[in-house]
């Protein structure tokens, strides 16, 4: 057995390498750059912290969160293996009595958040230092394209500059080919060899619902198909966590909430509830589970819509790292894009907006489409896949009975025409329904022949309808989401094509419209 071998069973206890592994800790050891895009529990950090094993000097790694830091360093403690942080949290002394430790090569790691390197004295002993090499975990955040641009990432591209010889190995679970190129070129590496694993999760079953009404009811029912297994249920508001955890106390699981507004007290007591397995679920926002160490979480539900495809792969990649089968589970509505979309237009600068309103837009046609799950994620981030058909909704439903709409589309797609394809979906619902809303008057919409012609409908069977034609790519959606009729909607507009539905579809949104009303 090899050095590599031997320390992968001794220290970590593994008997083998899980795929990728071995190739960037080799290339890792032979003093590469590496850029590695690796699903979450795809054994990123084994990636990087074998190596130093087998080397003399300190790594240093830069990490974005503090609880992230904290939870790695335990864990090499634990291992016997010497590792520590500077950051903001530590007082002076205790960041300068790491440093010293630093000089006198006590350390085998070095955890930092990036910021660091604006300060030249911190600079200046990793100067001093023989450093193995540089960790970028969360390497997405380097880019604008990503999902999580942090600026102080930005600032590692003096990495090289300051340490040319010093190899760099960057980690992500989620990077789009551009976003990919675009860390390597942000960080300056040259020559770097890039790994990417197939995105497929194939121990993730994946199941999509509209919510109906709060959802606690669908949540009650997957737990009832699920017993007893552990999970983390993830919900909006901080609120809505601590009433869904309530609720599910009160029916007879034992469950806690976890957010960003509990004292670090009570948020290390529900962590430790649900690692050592006295609570079966934790209810969260996202602010839990970013380097949760805990390998069997065998289920992951949303509440609402996911800001982006990213984060909620991110997020369902919590569950089953041990390899056995998972279950995950969205609720949304419609409702929930709206919310979103407010939060970016409140929230982030105009650079960014687009971009955050086009992640979201294709969160949603996640969430509506008939296609593989699987394969629209995989699709998403640029990588190819086949039908699931085993592993997700759409692919196991079967023969669901199909709905004729093709009258009811044409009326939608005349609306849109007759409005001059300047409009977005609830525009053109409000013509169809005949409101008498303040915008829709303004334009005389009011006189269009169109209006008031699909007053029979409720607003979300015609929500309903407008994601389908989205879907098949009927509508395409432009600037400010106006939407904008393709060659195929024309056709199905003249009445050369028809279009069908999954009488589910209807149904769901028509029970939606009850329960809420
Ligand atoms: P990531 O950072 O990619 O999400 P982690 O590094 O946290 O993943 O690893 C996920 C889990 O997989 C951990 O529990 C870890 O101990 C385990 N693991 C990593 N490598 C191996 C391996 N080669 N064999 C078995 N388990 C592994």
Redesign the pocket.
């Known amino acids: 057995m090899n050095n590599k071998h031997k320390i992968?069973k001794d220290i970590?206890g593994?008997?083998?390498?899980?795929s990728f592994?071995e190739e960037v800790v080799d290339s890792i050891i032979n003093k590469q750059d590496v850029l590695t895009i690796?699903?979450?529990?795809?054994?990123?950090?084994?990636c990087y912290q074998l190596p130093t094993l087998l080397m003399s000097g300190t790594t240093v790694v830069i990490s974005p969160l503090i609880a992230l830091m904290q939870d790695q360093i335990k864990a090499l403690n634990d291992l016997d293996i010497k590792a520590d942080m500077i950051s903001s949290s530590q007082t002076n002394d205790e960041n300068g009595f790491t440093m010293q430790k630093l000089l006198r090569g006590e350390l085998k790691f070095i955890y930092v958040a990036p910021e660091r390197f604006t300060s030249n004295d911190f600079v200046g002993v990793l100067q001093r230092i023989n450093i193995n090499y540089f960790v970028i975990d969360e390497a997405h955040c380097v880019s604008a394209w990503g999902h999580e641009f942090r600026a102080e990432y930005r600032n590692l591209d003096k990495l090289k500059r300051l340490f040319p010889d010093t190899a760099i190995a960057a980690f992500t679970?989620t990077a789009t080919k551009k976003v990919e190129a675009d860390i390597a070129s942000n960080l300056n590496l040259q020559g770097a060899k890039h790994f990417r694993a197939k995105t497929i999760r194939n121990n993730l079953d994946i199941k999509v619902e509209p919510r109906i009404s709060n959802g606690k009811k669908q949540i009650l029912s997957f737990l009832k198909a699920h017993k007893g297994l552990c999970g983390i249920i993830y919900t909006f508001t901080r609120k809505e966590a601590e009433s869904t955890a309530q609720f599910l106390c009160e029916n007879g699981y034992t469950a806690k909430a976890y957010h960003a507004g509990l004292s670090p007290a009570v948020k290390d007591e529900v962590y430790d509830d649900f690692v050592y397995e006295k609570i079966d679920i934790v209810v969260a926002t996202i602010a839990f589970g970013m380097g949760i160490?805990k390998?069997n979480i065998r289920f992951v539900i949303h509440t609402s819509l996911p800001k982006t495809l990213e984060n909620y792969y991110q997020e369902i990649?919590r569950a089953g790292?041990?390899g056995d089968m998972s279950y995950v589970y969205l609720l949304y509505s419609k409702s929930d894009e709206v919310k979103r979309k407010i939060q970016i237009e409140d929230a982030i600068d105009t650079g960014y907006k687009q971009t955050g309103l086009d992640k979201l837009e294709a969160m949603y046609r996640y969430c509506v489409s008939n296609n593989c799950r699987h394969k629209i994620i995989a699709n998403y981030f640029e990588d190819e896949c086949e039908d699931c058909k085993t592993l997700c909704d759409n692919c196991t439903k079967g023969d669901i009975e199909q709905v004729d709409v093709s009258i009811d589309v044409q009326k939608f797609l005349s609306a849109v025409y007759r409005s001059g394809q300047r409009f977005g979906v609830n525009h053109i619902i409000d013509i169809l329904r005949g409101s008498k809303n303040q915008k829709l008057l303004e334009f005389a919409h009011d006189k269009l022949s169109v209006y008031g012609l699909g007053a029979d409908k409720s607003k979300n069977e015609w929500v309903a309808i407008a994601d389908k034609l989205i879907d098949i790519q009927a509508l395409n959606l432009g600037e400010f989401r106006a939407l904008k009729i393709s060659t195929l909607g024309m056709e199905i507009l003249k009445g050369n094509e028809k279009v069908l539905i999954d009488s589910d579809k209807l149904g769901i949104a028509q029970k939606i419209e009850e329960e809420v009303t």
Do not use: I, N, V
């Open positions: 992968l970590f593994h008997e083998h390498f899980r592994q690796l699903p979450t529990g795809g054994g990123k950090s084994l679970a160490d390998s990649g790292r041990d």
